[in-house]
Every structure is written in structure tokens, then in C-alpha cells.
């Protein structure tokens, strides 16, 4: 079973990919995803929901888990709708939550 572990920041997003074999879990993937300044809200949101559908994709993502950075500030909406997109295209794709 592969995972999904994604951290939100106002300006990028982290996130590892793990395998779980028997209890053993081996990190397959880690990296961060920049979000370009000129982009609008929409075209961000845009930008990340086709990069985490690829990697659903690629790797066989079945759980993920979502976490926010503590000091957003005042971009706090922006990082919210982030959160929105990202539990949507998790469920469509029927990647299930983490607990």
C-alpha cells in the first residue's frame, strides 16, 4: 500500500510517499512542490491538482494524509482552498484519509 504525506505552506507544498510492506514502510518518494508567485488563486489550484493526480497515478496512491504549516499568517484562505482541492481529487480518485 502506498502513501501520501502532504504539508501545506503559503508558498509550496512538501510531501513524501511511503510503501508499507508488511510492516516495513520505505520511502519511495520526497519533494516539494514551488508555487509560482504569478500565478492567480485559480491557476494555483489548477497547478497543484494536476501535479498530486499525477503522482496518484504513477505511484498507486491508496491513503494520504494532509497537514497545514502552523504559521500561515494571512494567506490562510489560499491555504484553505488548497486543502479543499486536494481532499477533493483524493476522493474522487478513491485515495482514502489517513487516520
Known sequence: MNHIYINIFEEKIKYYIDEFETNKRIKIKENEIIIPISFSTGERLSYIKNIISILIE??????????????????????????????????????????
Do not use: A, P, R
Open 58 to 99: 504513477q505511484y498507486d496512491i491508496e491513503s494520504y494524509n494532509i497537514e497545514v504549516d502552523d504559521d500561515i499568517g494571512t494567506k490562510i484562505i489560499e491555504v484553505v482552498k488548497m486543502e479543499g482541492v486536494l481532499e477533493e481529487l483524493f476522493s474522487c480518485k478513491g485515495v482514502m484519509l489517513w487516520k
